[in-house]
Each structure stands twice: as C-alpha cells, then as structure tokens.
C-alpha cells in the first residue's frame, strides 16, 4: 500500500486528491490546519455581499468522506518535513509517515517590507479571515449610516493596494454593491470612495489593451477612483503617501499587490525562489526528492519554455493533476511526463452583472461574460458540493454506528 500525503486543501491539493482517490493499492491522507476549502473565486462576492458566508466554504472531512474509501482528511498544522525519513512533523501529534508528498499549501499575501507600515495597517484578502475582516468593516460603515444622523453625510474611503487582477475585481464589486445600496435605500449620505492605486500606467498589466481598455471604463463608470503609475512608499494609520507626492486617505486598506508563499513552505529545507516558493523540475518534484512534488502557489511554476505562470486557480489546478499523475506513473514504472501548464483563458469579474473573458483567441464583455464565468465556477463547486453531501451522509452513518 502506497501512502501519498498531501499537504493542502487549496485548488491544487484537492485536484491531485481527485486523481487518486478510489486507485487501488493507494492510500490518500489530505493536511490542512482548516477544516475547509475556501473558494478564493467567490470571496469577493462575500465581501460585497452577494453570496452567504456557507457559499464560500466547503468542508473537508465531509468532502475526503466523499471521495472514496482510500481518503482520509487529517485536520492539523504542519509545521515541518524531514525529507530524508518522509515523515511530516506537527505542531502537536505524532508525524506523519509518507511514500510520496505533495506540497499543495498555498500563497499569502506579500506585505514589502519596504513599505513603511504596510503590514500594521492594511489587510490581504487571500484568507477567509480576511475577506470576512473587510465585509465586516463593510457592514458597519453603511449601518452607521442608517442608524447615525451624524454619520450619515460622512464620506468614507477603501485603498486598494495593487490593480490586477484582484484588486480589480474586488475594487469593481465593492464599487457596484455600494452603488446599488445608496440607490435602493436612497441615503442622503456622502459616497464610498474606492481608491484603486496600481504602480503602473495601467491597471491589468499583461493584458490585452481591449481588456485593459474596457476594464478601466468600467471602473471609471462605477466611480473608482483610479491612481496610476507611482508605488505606495509609506502607509500610516489613515494614509498611504505615493512616491509622486501624492496622500490618500482611508478608513479600511486591502493590499492585493503581491503573494509569498506560505510560512510552513517557507520554512522547508528545500530551494527557494525570491518569494519563498519550492522550486521544481519539470516533473513538478522538489530536485533530490523524487518522491516530494509541490504544486499551485507552494510551487515556481513554469510553462515548458521556462517562463514562470501566474498564481492562478487554473495553474493550481493542472500543476495538482499533473504531480498526481506523476506519482501514478511512478508507482507503476511509466516515464514521467512534463508538466505543461498554460493559462487557457481569464474571467474577470466588474461588479454586478457585468465581466470580461478573454480566451486568448476571442473576448466576450458584459451580462455574457457574467454569465459565462457564473457557469466556470458552478462546473468547479457542484461537483465538490455533491461529494461533500455524500460524505455527509457517510459521516453520520459511522457516527450512528
């Protein structure tokens, strides 16, 4: 019997648990220090509203019960491995012992030391404690709002540190919940301002300029207020200094313009990029371990002519599929294949009902692209929701019992 350990419940460690679940003559023990997956896609839509907390989240210990019998979930903090003897060390509890691993831990957001107080006084959103933070924030403001006569001609300010393209996505989707908000209660009270600061030219660096184009419009049709081309250099509790000179204030900051891998992946006595993420082969492995992969935003990914592919959930995904059909093909003595990961297309939420999705080939804008992307995610969490029913269901049988 064959242990894989996989480290994770992101995109990439559940896709890899996908492929092998139900093999025989392998069994699958999936680590996380959450007990859920939380679904990164749909976090902004929480944090403007638009979907309940439950639709964020989706349990792991139901979701491994629903898999197959040759799943199990273990909710515990790794804070270590020991290469040589595959074994991953806990926080509390035994270790764990491994034929093959895969690093699957994720991302955090990347606060620059060299912003003066970037991380005392802004918040990522990567976490489901973040984008809660800022939904909560949210929240109260426009209470206050209703409740409070002194309150109610207020203006308030949200910064958004970074234009890709989460800082995007989040700036048009707090921008539109707002807007319809003060339409629908007809508030007599001064209007969130959202401050989107990219260091470039323009937002969406990399994209194409339709995208580009049509992506800052819509912002500006929203009311987001656009500063581009000078880098926060200072952040004080209600003010970020731009290198041009420029103060904005603020009541709430996100900083979206960065990730660094996760600390346990940091601390691993492995090779490192610049950001902390554990540089791969081809094959997805951890060069020396040949049983050892990393995958998503654990992992420096690369596409086969060696340009490195963004963080993204789809790259998470595939770099998961592949490190599993790797440790298969290792078990069973066929060659390993190159992992060849691409980008096959992007969907961008604006705010309401409207989106863009570039393929690469073609582009769609508008109600279309919402649609278009609505329908990507529920082809990704309906089949997981189902499962995690279904280990539901398992689950409480062997309590009964």
Known sequence: ????????????????????????????????????????????????????????????????????????????????????????????????????????????????????????????????????????????????????????????????????????EIAAEMQAYFNRYYRSNALACGKLRIHLVSGDETILKGLHPSVVKAATKRLQDLGVVLHRGSHIVKVKEKAAMLENGESIPFDFMIFTGGITAAPFVKALKAEHNRIGQLVVNSFLQIPGYEEVYAVGDAADLKDTAGRRVPPTAQTAEQSGVDAAENILAHIEKRQLFVSDIKIKGLAIALGGTYAIIDSGRFRIYGFAAYVGKKAIEKLYKLPLRLKAREGFKRLRVCTKK
Request: proline share 2%.
């Open 1 to 168: 019997m064959h242990h894989v350990v996989i480290i994770g419940g992101g995109y990439g460690g559940l896709k890899a648990l996908g492929v092998l679940s139900g093999k025989k003559g392998i069994k699958v023990t999936l680590v996380d220090h959450h007990p859920y997956h939380f679904l990164q896609t749909e976090g902004y839509d929480l944090i403007a509203g638009k979907v309940p907390f439950d639709s964020t989240i989706i349990g792991l210990r139901s979701l491994c019960a629903g898999f197959a019998d040759n799943v199990e979930f273990l909710h515990a903090a790794a804070k270590d491995v020991d290469f040589d003897e595959k074994k991953v060390l806990f926080e509390e509890g035994e270790p764990l012992s491994y034929d093959y691993l895969i690093i699957a831990a994720g991302a955090v957001t990347r606060f620059f030391e060299s912003i003066e107080g970037l991380r005392n006084y802004s918040y990522g959103v990567k976490s489901l404690r973040g984008a809660l933070k800022l939904k909560e924030f949210f929240e109260q403001e426009l209470y206050k709002r209703l409740e409070s006569t002194s309150h109610a001609k207020e203006c308030y300010s949200i910064l958004i540190g970074g234009a890709g393209l989460s800082g995007v």
